[in-house]
């Protein structure tokens, strides 16, 4: 199930169980804007945090409420795991390969990639261009995770009475969002009351996604000197865009780049989507996998 989306996949609504809400968001596309069918966000109260898998009762709950607050009548979703759950592989494999080729070579060497016993190994993996370090070979993202953990996901959607239709990470189903061309070496900052998060497309390696440790009140004192000392330690991306919730003084954010030494901008939505709430950016990241696909 890790990344598949089925044929009638354009209407799947896109779903991101976060530590403080759970959000849904559908799309449909006419003359070459998006739309939004419907959206509902319902906000966890205390947060779960990280570990909100072990409340699925709470979780089932939340998304039962928000699909009834949403007014969306498709009941097939498409959600996301973060990066840190999920093992992401760089691969140099033959370029003539086809796609049943590369599986079955993933497959047969899937015990030396993943720490994972093959019956409980759920894997995808995305072609994402000629190697530059291997002539002849494409460059393949791999992704895997235990299938027990996809299964728990799995039954809190339907506890919910909804249908897990796909399982995405989280760093990829984000690409989508980024402007037109601007993937490789860039970055993108998520800014929520309860999180912070960095992602990174640096070529060469594999995607990145991080957690800093700054949200609340703090937030504008202290998230520069912790980027910048995050930002530190790898070569420094071409672009950093911040997409949030919250309002951000332009002002800070060019004080940002200035500190960073790298140029700091919103997130611009995709055509019709301009003013679709931050927070909602994985949800409309997975629903427009869901019309690509």
Same mark, same amino acid.
Request: proline share 6%.
């Given at each position: 199930m890790l990344g598949r989306f089925g044929k009638d996949a354009g209407s799947l609504v896109g779903?991101?169980?976060?530590?403080?809400?759970?959000?849904?968001?559908?799309?449909?596309?006419?003359?070459?804007?998006?739309?939004? &069918?419907? @959206? %509902?966000? /319902?906000?966890?109260?205390?947060?779960?945090?990280? /570990?909100?898998? =072990? /409340?699925?009762? &709470? &979780?089932? =709950?939340? *998304?039962?409420? %928000?699909?009834?607050? @949403?007014? *969306? @009548?498709?009941?097939?979703? %498409? *959600?996301?795991?973060?990066?840190?759950? &999920?093992?992401?592989?760089?691969?140099?494999?033959?370029?003539?390969?086809?796609?049943?080729?590369?599986? =079955?070579?993933?497959? %047969?060497d899937a015990e030396r990639l993943f720490p994972f016993p093959l019956e409980d190994l759920a894997l995808d993996f995305q072609v994402l261009g000629a190697s530059s370090v291997q002539p002849g070979c494409s460059e393949v993202m791999v992704a895997a995770c235990r299938q027990s953990a996809l299964a728990s996901l799995e039954s809190v959607v339907e506890e919910a009475g909804l249908q897990l239709e796909a399982v995405e990470v989280d760093n990829i189903a984000l690409c989508r969002m980024l402007p037109q061309g601007e993937l490789e070496g860039s970055a993108l900052l998520r800014v929520e009351p309860h999180s912070v998060t960095l992602y990174d497309w640096l070529p060469g390696r594999v995607y990145q996604r991080r957690e800093l440790p700054a949200a609340g009140p703090e937030l504008a004192e202290l998230l520069p000197e912790r980027l910048q000392a995050l930002l530190a330690e790898q070569h420094l991306p071409a672009a950093l865009w911040v997409s949030s919730s919250l309002s951000i003084d332009p002002g800070w954010l060019q004080g940002l780049g200035n500190r960073l030494n790298v140029p700091c901008r919103h997130l611009p939505g995709l055509t019709g989507l301009e003013h679709v709430d931050g927070s909602m950016l994985l949800a409309c990241a997975l629903a427009l996998g869901g019309m690509h696909l």
């Open positions: 779903v991101e169980i976060a530590p403080d809400a759970v959000r849904m968001l559908q799309l449909q596309q006419r003359n070459r804007r998006w739309r939004v &069918v419907g @959206s %509902a966000q /319902e906000t966890f109260r205390p947060p779960l945090g990280d /570990e909100w898998a =072990a /409340e699925p009762g &709470v &979780v089932a =709950a939340a *998304l039962q409420r %928000a699909y009834r607050r @949403s007014g *969306l @009548s498709q009941r097939r979703v %498409a *959600l996301a795991l973060p990066a840190s759950q &999920v093992i992401c592989k760089l691969c140099h494999l033959p370029a003539e390969q086809t796609g049943g080729q590369l599986e =079955a070579r993933l497959l %047969a």
